[in-house]
């Protein structure tokens, strides 16, 4: 057995030991309790809810370590800063809202976010120009309507 | 110390330590508001006790040279505060358990906590 096989066999070893740390897949309350005009739902819902929220879809791929530790990092970590399932919990403090508001539409506008892994490896991923307008008017006047509320 | 002088201190001491212990937490209009300031790259106090079920509102005073980031990922909650500034940050009621809180802005910095009873 030449040394490149040997490297190959090794390699696929690897990743076949690698299976028994598998992530667990944990959705919360299907409820989200956000409410937003409807194409802003629409487009929130298909492209930010698969991280952004407690209803992630958990497809095949993101089962196959070592890529379903980076999916689920990705989720954990996109949960802690904005978790649309959460959302009126947002708006029960102006501020936070205000915040909340201002970092999707600073997201959104500099094409951060969707980011751009999730775009090439799922149509949903995709927001169109239109659907890209209509969040960022919205979390305008979403910031604007918050401040108003608490100026501080 | 006669038995009434040894008794009135006993109750100065027991009610000094119960005003110290709810400082963090002071009732106005039957809304719970509790204090905490940032300064010298830490929160003080560093632990708040609130009640549970009930709404709250925590007023942040940021004493320090830069701009923090107020962050509680267990209770949602994400607020800038400026250089001496101080906001206050209205909570939704929260079951009895433990909440952190954090300077997003600088991880170094030590987490508070807020332990709703």
Not at chain 1, 14 to 21: E, T
Not at chain 1, 95 to 117: C, E, H, L
Not at chain 2, 75 to 103: K, N, S, W
Request: aromatic share 12%.
């Amino acid at each position: 057995m030449s040394g490149r096989t040997r490297g190959w066999l090794f390699g696929l070893a690897a990743i076949l030991a690698i299976q028994v740390l598998r992530m667990p897949v944990r959705n919360g309350s299907a409820q989200d309790g956000f409410e937003a005009p409807p194409e802003v739902r629409s487009a929130v819902l298909t492209a930010c809810f698969q991280c952004h929220s407690e209803r992630a879809r958990w497809p095949w791929y993101t089962q196959i370590a070592p890529f379903s530790w980076f999916v689920h990092a990705q989720v954990e970590e996109a949960r802690k800063r904005l978790n649309f399932s959460s959302w009126k919990d947002y708006l029960y403090d102006p501020g936070t809202a205000a915040q909340k508001f201002g970092a999707i539409n600073q997201m959104v506008r500099s094409d951060a976010m969707p980011p751009w892994y999730f775009r090439a490896l799922s149509a949903r991923g995709r927001l169109t120009a239109a659907q890209r307008a209509a969040i960022e008017t919205w979390a305008i006047e979403g910031r604007a309507r918050a401040l108003k509320a608490e100026p501080n | 110390m006669p038995c009434r002088k040894k008794t009135i201190l006993t109750f100065l001491a027991v009610a000094a330590g119960g005003v110290l212990a709810f400082s963090q937490a002071v009732h106005a209009n039957g809304a719970t508001v509790a204090t905490v300031r940032f300064s010298g790259d830490r929160f003080e106090p560093a632990k708040l006790t609130v009640p549970a079920n009930q709404p709250f509102t925590l007023e942040v005073t940021n004493a320090d040279k830069k701009a923090i980031e107020f962050e509680s990922f267990d209770l949602h909650r994400e607020r800038v505060v400026r250089p001496g500034q101080t906001i206050t940050v209205y909570m939704a009621p929260a079951a009895p358990g433990h909440y952190t809180f954090c300077d997003d802005f600088d991880h170094s910095v030590a987490e508070g906590a807020i332990e709703a009873r």
